[in-house]
């Protein structure tokens, strides 16, 4: 089932959605890394993350960045949206308009999606748990100066000082445009998590050069100390995850299970209700 999301400055997404087997109001929203790539929610994929058992309880719900489409990309519709703030409005509209009042919200984000996360969980009541995959805690430009080598690091205080001078500037630097990586300029992850109050689980790979993984480590580790947040670093992994990706569902099959309550809405109830999602074909795009 997909749902067209119409958003705001005309900017719709594709909400990619499969139904639980079992009568249940807990729903595992995976958010996407910054690529531009079309990812869709279906039952037998689900069942190879979280297997078969666990699988059967969960709604699957993934959403698109804006302009993501299945046959192509609107690219200036992506651009225009990938600013922070604006991510996190297009993602909770997207669950007001997907998940029933009464659902359960399981959160697992990857790279740019574990950034946001926790921040969507803070402004959604029904959020219960978050997963982190690959997801720093600092600002963009932050781990970027301190990821640098001795030699690189005057250039680059040079390149982000140009940056901020230019906040909305659609030139681009390193992959993204100046207006991106200023929207991402503030430690607002770190914020978000010093707030929740749900269990979380960081998922880590020790030689990840897109974030600043010491400081992430130290962060959460600390975090770990006051509230439920649990930190899984794995040794010989980067930021793409080859060859680690198992391992890591696995440890969020772990996470999930004891935090997942059982269920008393009747199945035939619950379908009524989000049986009422329109069904539409994707659309190409501009």
Not at 84 to 97: A, H, K, N, S, V
Not at 194 to 209: K, M
Not at 222 to 250: E, Y
Request: with cysteine; glycine share 6%.
């Amino acid at each position: 089932m997909v749902q067209q999301i119409s958003l705001s400055r005309g900017r719709t997404l594709i909400a990619s959605m499969v139904r639980s087997e079992l009568p249940s109001r807990d729903w595992l929203v995976f958010l996407p890394q910054s690529a531009a790539e079309f990812n869709s929610a279906s039952r037998s994929e689900l069942k190879r993350l979280l297997g078969s058992d666990l699988s059967r309880r969960f709604n699957f719900l993934v959403i698109n960045k804006a302009g993501v489409f299945e046959r192509n990309i609107n690219t200036q519709m992506f651009e225009q949206s990938f600013r922070r703030e604006l991510r996190i409005r297009d993602i909770l509209q997207t669950l007001r308009e997907c998940v029933p009042a009464d659902g359960q919200i399981f959160f697992v984000g990857y790279s740019e999606g574990a950034y946001l996360a926790p921040q969507v969980a803070l402004r959604d009541s029904r959020a219960r748990g978050v997963v982190m995959i690959g997801g720093g805690t600092r600002g963009w430009l932050k781990e970027e100066l301190s990821n640098a080598g001795p030699l690189e690091r005057r250039s680059l205080s040079r390149q982000i000082r140009e940056i901020q001078r230019h906040p909305r500037s659609l030139h681009k630097w390193n992959g993204f445009s100046y207006a991106t990586w200023c929207s991402y300029r503030n430690d607002d992850t770190l914020k978000a998590l010093q707030r929740l109050n749900i269990p979380v689980l960081s998922i880590l790979g020790a030689r990840d050069r897109s974030i600043d993984f010491k400081m992430a480590f130290k962060d959460l580790k600390a975090l770990s100390q006051k509230s439920p947040v649990r930190v899984c670093v794995f040794t010989n992994c980067g930021h793409s995850f080859i060859s680690h990706w198992a391992d890591a569902w696995n440890e969020v099959r772990k996470f999930l299970r004891p935090i997942v309550k059982s269920q008393t809405v009747g199945l035939s109830d619950y379908s009524r209700r989000i049986g009422s999602a329109r069904r539409i074909p994707i659309p190409s795009g501009k």
